[in-house]
């Protein structure tokens, strides 16, 4: 069974700031990994598909990278709105893995 | 566009079954990408999958949850569901619902999500 682990747990940055989120899983996954994004009291939403494709309407400042067991996502210059919990998510055979998530939050 | 609702009860006695529905509109359940799934939130805590499935085919889940879950589709309905058997104070969460994209080997994402429906497990 996959697990992925994110770093740092919680990420203190101010506006402007560059992020670089960490996912690591513990084997080797099967799949593309994901990542979406979180606000509070709202639903999960698809940031990055495929390690590095953006979804849909998501700005240039995010970006996904990484191969085998370790991939990052890269904010590069925090907007007020982008102070949220980001996951990551991947699928091993036929299992299925979120990340514990990574809290970016204003400095 | 595509959108999800979930609906059910959102109070379930201890060890009764949680049953849940997704309602799909603006689409068909039938395209060979799309699979449904489900996910939940504990208050406070992160995004634990529970199932996913494809309209024709073998549902595949959470190793953790396996012998308590299963997921169903209707498409006549455009629907597809959830039930959790046995359930604890534990399985008291947000349930999502989420068409799971995997029309190739790698492909691995879920979008859209429904807005999530929080359910309690309590006497």
């Known amino acids: 069974e996959i697990v992925l682990t994110q770093s740092p747990a919680t990420l203190s940055l101010s506006p402007g700031e560059r992020a670089t989120l960490s996912c690591r899983a513990s084997?080797?996954?099967?799949?593309?990994l994901a990542w979406y994004q979180q606000k509070p009291g709202q639903t999960p939403r698809l940031l990055i598909y495929e390690t590095s494709k953006r979804a849909t309407g998501i700005p240039a400042r995010f970006s996904g990278s990484g191969s085998g067991t370790e991939f990052t996502l890269t904010i590069s210059s925090l907007e007020p709105e982008d102070f949220a919990i980001y996951y990551c998510?991947?699928?091993?055979?036929?299992?299925?893995?979120f990340g514990g998530g990574t809290r970016v939050e204003i400095k | 566009q595509l959108q999800l609702r979930e609906s059910g009860p959102r109070l379930v006695k201890p060890s009764e079954t949680l049953s849940l529905t997704c309602t799909v509109s603006?689409?068909?359940?039938?395209?060979?990408?799309?699979?449904w799934g489900w996910i939940r939130q504990p208050p406070g805590k992160g995004l634990e999958w529970i199932g996913t499935?494809?309209?024709?085919?073998?549902?595949y889940y959470n190793p953790s949850l396996k012998s308590r879950a299963t997921l169903s589709v209707d498409t006549s309905k455009n629907q597809f569901s959830l039930k959790l058997k046995s359930v604890t104070a534990a399985d008291t969460a947000i349930y999502y619902c989420?068409?799971?994209?995997?029309?190739?080997?790698?492909?691995?994402?879920?979008?859209?999500w429904g807005q999530g429906t929080l359910v309690a497990v309590s006497s």
């Open positions: 603006g689409g068909s359940m039938t395209n060979y990408t799309d699979y």
């Open positions: 084997q080797s996954p099967t799949s593309y």
């Open positions: 989420a068409r799971y994209i995997w029309g190739s080997y790698r492909d691995n994402w879920f979008d859209p």
């Open positions: 998510q991947q699928r091993t055979n036929w299992v299925l893995a």
């Open positions: 499935m494809y309209y024709s085919g073998t549902p």
